[in-house]
């Protein structure tokens, strides 16, 4: 699997609510997960390999030892409280990083690979990641959220900076 690179125009696209949770959507997020690991990222959405499916896998285990890999089908945010500014990162805008403004926590809903509904509080690396994600499937990359000074600081830089159209994880080499 490749990681389309902003501004490619999958990335604007709302992905499609997954119909069935079956083998072909549990081999798409295995993949997607070993592409985000070659990527050394924490999160990836579907969209940002070209596949419009509401299908996101997140691993913070960086974080937290004790976290275990979680795949979201058709999550959505429920609700949200608070509010921080944190350090936002993107394996479709590699080497540009920007604080952006969130909730501080947020419930979610959605499905595991089980078709098992799930229904949880998040916050924390975990909560960005999952807001981050869900943006992605919404067809919203987090530059879009940046104030317009920092949008146009951004534009300058990555048209000097952006990498082709693909990210290829497995020609990567050790220090990406």
């Known amino acids: 699997m490749n990681i389309l690179v902003y501004p490619n125009k999958i990335l604007a696209r709302p992905a499609e609510p997954v119909e069935n949770i079956d083998e072909h959507i549990a081999k798409t997020a295995d993949a997607m997960l070993k592409t985000m690991y070659l990527a050394k990222g924490i999160g990836l959405a579907a969209n940002q390999v070209g596949l419009l499916h509401r299908l996101v896998v997140i691993d913070c285990s960086h974080a937290d030892p004790a976290f275990k890999p979680l795949t979201l089908v058709n999550p959505e945010i429920t609700d949200s409280e608070g509010s921080e500014d944190g350090e936002e990162g993107c394996l479709s805008v590699p080497g540009y990083f920007a604080k952006v403004k969130r909730p501080a926590a947020v419930e ?68 990406e």
């Open 108 to 175: 979610v809903k959605g499905y595991d690979l089980n078709g098992r509904e799930l229904l949880f509080q998040a916050d924390g690396l975990l909560g960005r990641c999952i807001q981050h994600e869900i943006d992605h499937l919404d067809g919203i990359c987090f530059v879009e959220r940046l104030g317009s000074l920092k949008k146009t600081m951004f534009r300058k830089k990555w048209n000097k900076i952006r990498p082709g159209d693909l990210l290829v994880p497995e020609e990567m080499g050790e220090d």
